[in-house]
């Protein structure tokens, strides 16, 4: 019975995740209401409030959740063998290792809409930034692995620049491919991702 159970509830938060995307789409965070949500969804309110407190709620519990599936998918199941030994011996962490990175792409990829409509709802930019704060556990995760000690600088740069200067690039590129609407493949947006690592930013001007 609580199988049957959970399979129902799973349905239902289906439904009513469906509902929210299509009204952010269509009229935006603001204008909907619960009303809006339930009557979309198929269902009464208090079923809606069965599940969720409010559409704040709603919002932050789906964003929480493809947060969470994200780091998942970059962190807890990347692999831990992801680092490449130079000729002088030098073991190099690779953090943005292509086969995460473009399962992380599959998965925005195949709920799209959700994230579509996210990325657009008026000048939120929690996404965005919690993709950011991902990616940069990502990097530490891998360093700890390793052993590798952290610096106060790299090549000069302060580490904390250096970070926001790694990961706003990574950031950017999967955000914009967003935006685009997915447009190219995730293969594609990882060898982007790559050339990006030894491209300096002059080389892009001239």
């Known amino acids: 019975?609580?199988?049957?159970?959970?399979?129902?509830?799973?349905?239902?938060?289906?439904?009513?995740?469906?509902?929210?995307?299509?009204?952010?789409?269509?009229?935006?965070?603001?204008?909907?209401?619960?009303?809006?949500?339930?009557?979309?969804?198929?269902?009464?309110r208090g079923t809606f409030y069965m599940h969720y407190t409010d559409k704040f709620d709603l919002r932050t519990r789906l964003v929480d959740d493809a947060v969470d599936d994200l780091t998942r998918i970059?962190?807890?199941?990347?692999?831990?063998?992801?680092v490449t030994v130079t000729r002088d011996g030098?073991?190099?962490?690779?953090?943005?290792?292509?086969?995460?990175?473009?399962?992380?792409?599959?998965?925005?990829?195949?709920?799209?809409?959700?994230?579509?409509?996210?990325?657009?709802?008026?000048n939120d930019m929690q996404l965005y930034d919690r993709l950011k704060k991902t990616l940069k556990q990502l990097i530490?995760?891998?360093?700890?692995?390793?052993?590798?000690?952290?610096?106060e600088s790299y090549n000069g740069i302060p580490?904390?620049?250096?970070?926001?200067?790694?990961?706003?690039?990574?950031?950017?590129?999967?955000?914009?491919?967003?935006r685009r609407g997915c447009r190219e493949t995730p293969e594609q947006i990882c060898a982007i991702i790559e050339r990006n690592k030894t491209t300096a930013p002059t080389d892009i001007l001239w």
């Not at 799973?10 to 299509?22: G, L, V």
């Not at 970059?74 to 992801?82: M, N, P, S, T």
């Not at 530490?140 to 610096?151: D, M, N, S």
């Not at 580490?159 to 967003?178: G, H, P």
Request: aromatic share 8%; with cysteine; glycine share 6%.
């Open 140 to 151: 530490v995760t891998q360093a700890t692995h390793l052993g590798v000690e952290p610096q």
């Open 90 to 122: 030098t073991a190099v962490c690779d953090a943005f290792q292509s086969r995460a990175i473009a399962q992380a792409l599959r998965y925005i990829r195949d709920d799209y809409a959700f994230f579509d409509a996210i990325s657009r709802s008026g």
């Open 1 to 44: 019975m609580a199988a049957v159970t959970g399979q129902r509830n799973t349905r239902t938060e289906a439904r009513i995740k469906a509902a929210f995307t299509e009204l952010l789409r269509s009229k935006g965070f603001d204008a909907m209401s619960v009303s809006d949500i339930a009557r979309t969804a198929g269902i009464n």
């Open 159 to 178: 580490a904390d620049y250096a970070m926001e200067i790694l990961v706003s690039a990574v950031s950017s590129i999967i955000w914009l491919w967003l």
């Open 74 to 82: 970059l962190i807890d199941d990347a692999d831990r063998d992801g």
